[in-house]
């Protein structure tokens, strides 16, 4: 939880972020990806003033343990003072004690978003899934609440302006904003009617722009001219020497018994996909059954 201080910016976890989504597709495969439809509602997480505090807080958590299909844990939610904005007790269930930081308290609108990054805890725990290092796993964490609809509350709960700032979970909020465009590109989504803050809004917008040239990239058709033209370099690069690609490229040349092959990264779930350069061809990912048309 950042509160106060300066908010870091744009997207310095990314490759990290990616391999969350794929790691997410694989674990829990197309379907049942898919089944995280739709994202939560704003009025199953709204939390009022004249709200109990603690019925409410027990309200929320049931809505987003029903969000993120957890339908036989129980969460009891307590406040304490402490360094951080909430932590989760990992057992083996089927009850989960969650702490929230006492200043939710009086932040209540804010008390979703702490909730949802806690009980995505306990769904990896029980999918076995997490990346090695507390880093990398937060961060985990926070891409697989965004990814499967909770997510949009951790953004929300950002705000900034010239004296002070807010913001909790470990991506940047351009990089929560990424993984919402990818979310709302995948489950037809607009995430942005949601958002209260205006601050959220507007990371949306740069996250969604940044997605965006996932799908515009060589080889795919969307790819722009100077895209195209790069491509064609590189491409001759590798058939003049033996396969070999240019280093620093978002996608690879490989020699194969049948002749060159080029590999990148699928927009939407970003496993590698190989396909052999011969002109116009049409492959599907495999993991996430997204269909590409390339100019190989």
Known sequence: MTDDSAVVHGFPHLETVQAAITALHR??????VLSYTPSVAPVDVAFSDVDDLHLGAQRV??????????????????????????AVELAAGPEYFIELNDRFRTHRGDIGAALAHEVMH??????????????????????????????????????????????????????????????ALLFDEDPSIWFTSPQAYTAYTKGRARAGQDS??????????????????????AQEHGGRSAPGMPYA?????????????????????RVPVRGRVRARCGLCRTVLDCDT
């Open 253 to 273: 040349f490989e020699e194969a018994a049948d002749g060159l092959r080029v590999s990148f990264a699928c927009p939407t779930c970003h496993q590698r996909i």
């Open 122 to 183: 306990v769904l990896l725990h029980r999918l076995g899934l997490g990346f090695a290092g507390t880093r990398d796993n937060e961060i985990l964490t926070d891409t697989a609440t965004t990814y499967l609809g909770a997510g949009w509350l951790l953004l929300d709960a950002f705000r900034e302006d010239e004296v002070s700032s807010q913001k909790l979970g470990y991506l940047t909020p351009e990089e929560f904003g990424y993984v919402l465009a990818k979310r």
């Open 27 to 32: 674990r829990l495969s197309y379907d049942g």
């Open 61 to 86: 958590a049931r809505a987003l343990v029903h969000q993120l299909r957890l339908p036989d844990a129980r969460m009891i939610v307590s406040f304490r003072e402490m360094e951080h904005a909430a």
């Open 216 to 237: 515009s990239r060589p080889p795919l058709t969307a790819a722009g001219w100077a895209g195209r033209r790069a491509y064609a370099k590189h491409r001759r690069y």
